[in-house]
């Protein structure tokens, strides 16, 4: 299992820092740092990690952050899977695709597939040069 862990120092506006923690392609292994954390943090900090969670919901709905959450290469599945995960919702499919068609903020990686059991998945990559990309719309 491809566990990325990233530390996400600053969501725009956002100062404090958050760890978040994405088993990339296998979906029941992933599992939030933020679980059972609550209660053993000191102060108002539990306070200040729940904005920063809820700021990064937010986010996420009108905006590419989460694609800087996943290695280099990856499928457009592990990507919708990373935005289901943080949102705590499914999307659809055809409409999440159809999404990041429109945003053109990933491109595929020319010879590139990820072989599985059934039919191949395409490995895609972020555009060069491309920074976070604002939706018309949200998710």
């Not at 600053?10 to 978040?20: D, F, K, N, R, Y």
């Not at 919901?57 to 592990?78: A, D, I, M, Q, S």
């Amino acid at each position: 299992m491809l566990v990325a862990a990233v530390f996400l120092a600053s969501c725009v506006e956002m100062v404090e820092a958050l760890t978040i923690v994405i088993a990339v392609g296998h979906t029941r292994g992933w599992r939030s740092s933020l679980e059972g954390v609550a209660a053993a943090l000191a102060f108002d900090h539990a306070l200040i990690l729940q904005a920063a969670v809820a700021r990064l919901r937010n986010k996420v709905e009108y905006t590419t952050l989460p694609v800087h959450l996943l290695p280099v290469g990856f499928t457009l599945t592990e990507l919708q899977s990373v935005y289901e995960r943080i949102l705590g919702r499914r999307i659809d499919k055809s409409a999440f695709r159809k999404r990041v068609a429109e945003a053109d903020f990933v491109e595929p990686v020319p010879g590139e597939m990820r072989r599985a059991s059934n039919r191949p998945a395409q490995i895609y990559r972020l555009k060069p040069g491309c920074a976070t990309i604002f939706f018309d719309r949200t998710i």
